[in-house]
């Protein structure tokens, strides 16, 4: 079994709403926040989950504990904010982020978006968002 070994980090911009770059002294690399997927580019609250992120992590320490790594090659990473809340337990909060259905042990991100969606919180307000894995597949290719 890979073990990841967490770190603090300087949050160094928000690319959008779950993708940050950070700064590991002299180190700067991009993260994928584990667990969400945000809106993307075109669609309905894609600006406004970057904006909530950034409020939650910008130009702040964050603690940052990598799971994996994607084909993009950013690190998959649980973060929380100085603050020590979740990031990713936020965004489905809030509704600024679908949860990426995984391992048994995060189920309780189901939990809260399902709490998200019977308020109608964010994306869940509107009829016919497409979730970003859907509009990606979807768009693929246009520009």
């Known amino acids: 079994m ?4 967490s770190f ?5 911009d928000v690319i959008d709403g779950d993708t940050i ?15 969400i997927d945000a809106p993307e580019s075109g669609q ?3 600006a406004e989950a970057r ?10 320490w964050v603690h940052v504990h990598p799971i994996g790594s994607d084909r993009y090659s950013r690190i998959i990473a649980e973060v929380r904010n100085e603050g020590c809340e979740d990031v990713s337990e936020e965004m489905i909060r ?3 982020a679908y949860w990426l259905q995984g391992k048994k042990r ?6 809260i978006e399902a709490a998200a ?10 009829r016919n968002q497409q979730r970003p894995w859907d509009f990606r597949k979807n768009h693929a290719g246009v520009r």
């Open 2 to 5: 890979i073990r990841f070994e």
């Open 8 to 12: 603090e980090a300087w949050v160094r």
């Open 21 to 35: 770059t950070i700064e590991r002294g002299r180190l700067v690399m991009r993260i994928r926040i584990a667990h």
């Open 44 to 46: 309905a609250f894609c």
């Open 51 to 60: 904006d909530l992120l950034r409020k939650l992590v910008f130009h702040q």
């Open 94 to 96: 809030t509704g600024m």
């Open 106 to 111: 995060d189920q309780h991100y189901g939990e």
């Open 117 to 126: 969606r019977g308020l109608q919180c964010g994306v869940h307000s509107l």
